[in-house]
């Protein structure tokens, strides 16, 4: 691929850059229902504006962006350091699996307010027993009376207190054999049949909850890419997700470098020689993270479908975060361990990194069997 930015996405830039200086909301609020609402807000001025899901085709609401124009924008707003939209689940895999595998009623009915922030979705697809390996999920799904009535139980369910659609996987078949027996499922979140528990975290946040799901109910239209073909649907969420992190991971860790370089003068510590090793390292592999997101985005300019290469990208941030956040915390000290120090909160919050959106023992197998070719585990 060649780097070199051409006139038009030079002028797109530079169009997005004033934009976002012109219109930067700010920090989000202490509060977390009030830090929420106010990325809600955001992520309608970024729909006035055009901004929200501009990756997704014309006809359902986006500018039909080009992948270089994506990786800009993931770049310029972690170059903004802009908070994230409300609606980061729907835009970045509800919505793409809608437009997908879904039909043109289920596409009038969910993209626009996906993309205005009117509707919140989130992912429910891990369960007590079931987070790496998906397809050995339990909730079930029973037909009755041309409606679905599930039961079950999902875990690490982000925004699912402030969601109204679930994008749900669940069991439809028993005895097909377990990736050939799952059903992808868009489930009302707001019936008495689905009960929210949050799960506080060591961050003091509760952005993960639990999900208690008795005998709720989901209309047989709200079943996306056909009973049987969640596997194949849930696949599709999985790269997106994973391909989302892409250049907006890597100019955030540019970002994140920056600050811990400043840390580390205001700290007197750069003439330590170990603490200079580490820093060369990190500089090092924040530029490999750059270089494979943009390796990955080639690859989808040649398929036109995220591919397994996203998780090489999402391995490598995730340890690459943790890395970072340690030695700030080493930097710091005795302060290291202040609970109001910003980079304690960064440390805390990184241990989920190498979980979230596919632990990194998980992706190291997708790399070694999809994308090098070795023989599989089992």
Not at 128 to 150: F, H, I, M, Q, Y
Not at 223 to 237: L, S
Not at 320 to 341: H, P
């Amino acid at each position: 691929m060649d780097l070199t930015l051409s006139p038009s996405e030079e002028a797109f830039r530079d169009e997005l850059r004033a934009w976002l200086a012109d219109n930067h909301p700010g920090e989000d609020p202490p509060d977390d229902d009030a830090a929420f609402e106010h990325r809600r807000v955001w992520q309608k001025k970024l729909y006035d504006a055009g901004y929200a899901g501009f990756s997704w085709p014309k006809e359902y609401g986006g500018r039909g962006a080009t992948l270089i124009e994506q990786a800009l924008f993931g770049e310029e707003m972690a170059r903004a350091k802009a908070p994230s939209p409300a609606n980061v689940l729907g835009m970045v895999m509800g919505g793409p699996v809608v437009i997908a595998h879904g039909d043109d009623t289920q596409k009038e009915r969910w993209l626009k307010p996906i993309l205005t922030g009117d509707e919140i979705w989130c992912q429910g697809f891990s369960e007590p027993e079931s987070g790496s390996d998906l397809a050995s999920l339990k909730t079930r799904a029973v037909k009755s009376n041309g409606e679905w009535v599930v039961t079950g139980q999902k875990v690490w369910t982000t925004y699912a207190h402030k969601a109204k659609w679930c994008m749900l996987v669940a069991r439809t078949d028993q005895d097909a054999q377990k990736h050939a027996g799952l059903t992808y499922f868009i489930m009302d979140m707001e019936q008495e049949e689905v009960q929210v528990r949050p799960l506080r975290q060591i961050t003091g946040e509760a952005e993960f909850n639990e999900l208690f799901i008795e005998e709720a109910r989901i209309p047989d239209e709200n079943v996306v890419g056909g009973v049987g073909n969640g596997w194949t649907v849930a696949i599709t969420t999985l790269m997106h997700e994973r391909a989302g992190l892409g250049a907006s991971a890597a100019a955030g860790m540019r970002i994140a470098l920056n600050e811990l370089g400043e840390l580390a003068r205001e700290r007197g510590v750069t003439d330590d020689p170990v603490i200079r090793q580490r820093l060369a390292q990190l500089a090092i592999e924040v530029e490999l993270l750059r270089l494979n997101a943009w390796r990955g985005l080639t690859a989808i300019m040649k398929t036109g479908i995220p591919g397994p290469e996203g998780s090489v990208v999402k391995w490598q941030w995730g340890e690459l975060n943790q890395s970072l956040t340690e030695l700030a915390v080493d930097i710091l000290g005795e302060d290291g361990a202040l609970w109001d120090s910003p980079w304690t909160y960064r440390f805390l919050r990184s241990r989920a990194n190498s979980i979230e959106g596919g632990t990194t023992e998980i992706l190291k197998n997708i790399v070694a069997e999809r994308v090098l070719g070795l023989p599989k585990l089992r």
